[in-house]
């Protein structure tokens, strides 16, 4: 017997349910191409009332209107097939700004439909694009934090736009931008030892352990709308907002010279502690010119072949600027968990995120017999280093690492066996 339209009115409430019950699974994405060394997407957070605004820059040339539309899903984890809901952005909401470095948008979020926990996709990719394919340049991703969805400020550069990083040079100007009224910055400089990640096979039992508490080494407040510079590196904490409401911590990294960049002679023997004895490291810092000393390092590794040798010196060094970029955290993003295997192993050839964020790495073949192998990252979040990744270490992996550290030492596998600094396949 058919229904009646009153019929249909009172079951027109389950209709949504039964929508979602059966709309298709998403298929699992593959993350792997958001640590490819290219311009990326960046997105950046600032809580006003009860919103939450987004800013975000797209890398040139950026595309959107018709056929590519800023569109936002959130998920209750990394492993979730299906969303919480999905949206778009209409143009008139989006804000756009036309930049040097790709075109700014800013846009809010009705803070109810964002608990802690939730993740966040935005992307500008065309709807025909490969959904599990992550494409840097048009899609980023965000897991929501408490501390985030509560901070009511952003760092901004020198020209008040903001700056979507978490790390400043030494000496570079850059501004607090806080919503409603504005108040005065207080901040305090860290001691912090950044030391190296050890290789992946050492014995977790062996590690030596962090201090439970970092000493205060220097603190200021300064006045409302005041720029801040600060001389010297290290781990700075900003507050915003009277002591009495306990405000959420932002940590700065102040990085020296042209971070991310390498420019002088100890930062290019620095990193190669990946790949050498601490005597050959000490060779380098005492020759004459040690610039020169790591230019001769490499040319012998390429057995005087001095293509060869620029070969590996730009590969190699274009792994530290990139990890640089990607895992700066309380200490430079070489010096990570993360960084140690980017630079040694390569960009991953695909990773994926669990539910509590757990990041598996799997190159398929770097094993010591050309098989598979999987690395994997627990999240280790702290007030000053909320997006830090632990690896979890195996004594299985000793015969791979030195298998990989010898690549590089040896010209013709370094450059053309699996592990090589190639780019990504396209997808």
Not at 206 to 217: C, D, E, Q, W
Request: hydrophobic share 40%; proline share 12%.
């Amino acid at each position: 017997m058919p229904l009646s339209s009153f019929h249909w009115r009172r079951l027109g409430w389950l209709l949504p349910l039964l929508c979602a019950a059966f709309a298709p699974l998403a298929p699992r994405p593959d993350y792997a191409g958001l640590y490819r060394d290219v311009a990326h997407l960046d997105v950046d957070t600032r809580r006003e009332g009860d919103s939450l605004r987004l800013y975000l820059r797209l890398p040139a040339p950026a595309r959107l209107g018709p056929g590519h539309p800023l569109r936002l899903t959130a998920w209750p984890s990394y492993e979730a097939r299906t969303p919480l809901w999905q949206d778009s952005v209409p143009r008139r909401q989006q804000h756009a700004t036309p930049a040097s470095d790709g075109v700014r948008l800013s846009f809010c979020v009705a803070a109810a439909r964002l608990p802690a926990g939730t993740v966040l996709q935005l992307s500008t990719a065309p709807p025909d694009a490969k959904a599990d394919y992550q494409e840097p340049t048009t899609t980023a991703w965000l897991r929501l934090t408490e501390a985030q969805l509560a901070r009511p400020f952003v760092l901004t550069d020198s020209v008040g736009q903001p700056l979507l990083r978490r790390y400043v040079q030494a000496g570079e100007p850059f501004g607090v931008d806080c919503y409603g009224l504005y108040q005065p910055v207080r901040w305090k400089r860290y001691a912090v030892t950044p030391a190296p990640a050890l290789p992946p096979m050492t014995n977790p039992a062996a590690m030596p352990a962090g201090p439970r508490t970092l000493p205060v080494l220097d603190s200021a407040t300064t006045r409302p709308g005041q720029p801040l510079r600060f001389a010297e590196p290290g781990l700075y904490a900003l507050r915003v907002g009277p002591v009495s409401t306990r405000p959420p911590v932002l940590a700065v990294l102040v990085a020296p010279n042209q971070y991310p960049e390498l420019t002088t002679a100890a930062e290019l023997i620095e990193p190669l502690r990946y790949l050498t004895t601490s005597a050959e490291r000490q060779k380098l810092t005492d020759a004459p010119n040690p610039k020169r000393a790591v230019d001769k390092f490499w040319l012998d590794a390429a057995q005087g072949n001095q293509q060869q040798g620029k070969e590996l010196i730009r590969r190699y060094y274009g792994r530290v600027m990139a990890a640089n970029e990607f895992f700066a955290a309380h200490k430079a993003g070489w010096l990570t968990d993360r960084g140690l295997l980017y630079v040694v192993l390569g960009p991953p050839p695909s990773v994926r995120r669990l539910f509590d964020g757990e990041e598996r790495w799997f190159y398929p073949d770097a094993g010591v017999d050309g098989g598979g192998v999987t690395f994997s990252f627990r999240p280790r979040p702290s007030t000053f280093a909320p997006d830090y990744y632990e690896l979890v270490r195996r004594p299985e992996y000793e015969l791979l690492w030195y298998a990989a550290v010898e690549r590089w030492r040896t010209p013709p596998t370094a450059l053309t066996g699996p592990n090589a600094p190639n780019a990504l396949p396209a997808r």
